[in-house]
């Protein structure tokens, strides 16, 4: 699965990531609720996808995300994200972010669990039995003391499935996850539990799944730092045959982004793209050279005309991977 992450896996990079391959599932970007019922334009800015049927142009289904604390306004914005074609709900209980977590939303929530439950089943009850419902939490805020019974309430509220993001609130995105501290949760819930949380390799994802035993996995940055990961990762497991995505075919995808910016303005238009090639440094020494031609560059058209040189260089040269030439 595509993990979700706000401000990154947008529209436009379901649809890349997805198209690449490997991905069941992904999750939209989270929409906040309140205490009200969202208008339906609100849906579908959030998940675009509603108007093909509630999956990315490759056929990958887009769970809708929502975050917050209010069980019935929760489960009003579900009830109509499903009647607007959204083949299933995402719960999140994990988000750290200080202002969600102010308003009693996303992880903060793992302190009270029995708020947890009222809203796993108030929308559980006001969606089809047919709809997935699925939960994503964080071991647990300060210490994972209260994982476990957390847990096996969530299921018992009706959750179809459990992804663990193998960090409690305080620890942040620091290094290492807790793999093996999932393995007692997958061991007591009859539901899938999937591992989330520093994968960023077929060997990270092989030691997650050995740790927890969980069999699926969750792609959070590792997908952004290596576009097929999850195909590379589908290949290890012998269902395809991959070869590693070069350096050149990644620069397309940086391009076919940085195309969808184009009408923004001028002082968003490469953002996206100049996050991603943060990201993507981790994997490819170029993605880094790249990244010091853009980043002060303002203008769709300059930043444009970079990369497009930049690939033309890079494809004279044939680089490989890392950037080194062949
Ligand atoms: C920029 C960013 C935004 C995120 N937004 C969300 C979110 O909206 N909902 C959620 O459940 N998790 C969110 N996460 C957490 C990820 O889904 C994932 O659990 C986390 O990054 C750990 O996985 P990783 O180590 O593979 O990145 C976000 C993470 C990042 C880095």
Known sequence: MLAPMEGVTDFHMRRILTAIGGYNRCVTEFLRVTDHLYPDRVFRRCCPELESGGCTRSGTPVYLQLLGSNPQALAQNAQRAVALGAPGIDLNFGCPAKTVNRHGGGSSLLRTPDVIVEIVT??????????????????????????LDTARQIEAAGATELCVHARTRNDGYKPPAHWHQVEAVRQSLAIPVIINGEIWSDSNSHQARHDSG?????????????????????KSAGQTDHRVMQWPEVVELLQELLATAAD???????????????????????????????????????????????????????????????
């Not at 699926?216 to 990762?233: E, F, K, N, T, Y």
């Not at 690939?311 to 490989?320: A, I, W």
């Open 122 to 147: 108030a929308v559980r009850d006001a969606v089809d039995a047919s709809i997935p419902v699925t939960v994503k939490m964080r071991l647990g805020f300060d210490d994972s003391s209260l994982f």
């Open 214 to 234: 969980c069999r699926d996995v969750m792609l959070g940055r590792g997908a952004l730092s290596r576009p097929d990961l999850a195909v590379q990762l589908c």
């Open 264 to 326: 923004l303005p001028e002082k968003y238009a490469g953002n996206r793209t100049k996050q991603w090639l943060t990201y993507l440094r981790r994997e490819y020494p170029s993605a880094q050279e790249l990244f010091e031609r853009v980043k002060r560059l303002r203008s769709f058209d300059e930043i444009s005309r970079e990369i497009n040189q930049h690939y033309t260089s890079v494809v004279q040269n044939n680089l490989t991977p890392g950037g080194v030439p062949v």
